[in-house]
């Protein structure tokens, strides 16, 4: 079973139908949403309201289920899990399913309530929890040849916190990959 981090940035991709095709097709994949221009928008509303970090993160995961819905939309053939909880019933059945991360909203701070913790670093976490064997980051943007995580991080094109979360994986065994919108060869092999 894989996780595939789909970016917010894919939004408005021509390649997205046929990235959500090729996931239901191969099946026994967990999709993680970007949370786009949602997420972009709970900055901007933190930024000038001056919200705290927890009001800020579940408007973000609200966004997240926000690009999972409109995932569902093009692609009906995947199905929609609310927690990670409801992530086990479709994959063992061998569909893929989005999560909707909504059991991620949160009443108090924790060590997801950060912007240093976005759905790539979520996308590690759902994949330590659910047993993946693998987890692929999808990104639109051009990606330096052989970066390490914490590279990827310093160029701005992962999270902060996914450097650690990436090594987590790494000593659980599962493979993880940063690839390009346009490897499809590569992520789904």
Known sequence: ???????????????????????????????????????????????????????????????????????????????????????????????????????LQRDAADALTSWDVTSDSLAAWLALRLGASELVLVKACALPAGATPAELAAAGIVDHAFPAYAEQCARAGIDCRVLNRTEFDRALG
């Open 1 to 103: 079973m894989r996780v595939v981090k789909l970016g917010g940035s894919l939004l408005r991709d021509p390649l997205l139908p046929a990235w959500l095709d090729c996931i239901a097709r191969a099946g026994g994949t967990a999709v993680v949403p970007g949370g786009g221009a949602f997420a972009d928008a709970a900055r901007a509303a933190q930024a000038h309201w001056q919200v705290d970090d927890v009001a800020a993160h579940n408007m973000a995961v609200l966004g997240m289920a926000q690009c999972a819905h409109l995932l569902h939309g093009i692609e009906p053939r995947l199905a929609l899990a609310a927690s990670v909880a409801g992530m086990h019933a479709p994959l063992a059945a061998g569909r893929a399913a989005i999560w909707l991360a909504l059991d």
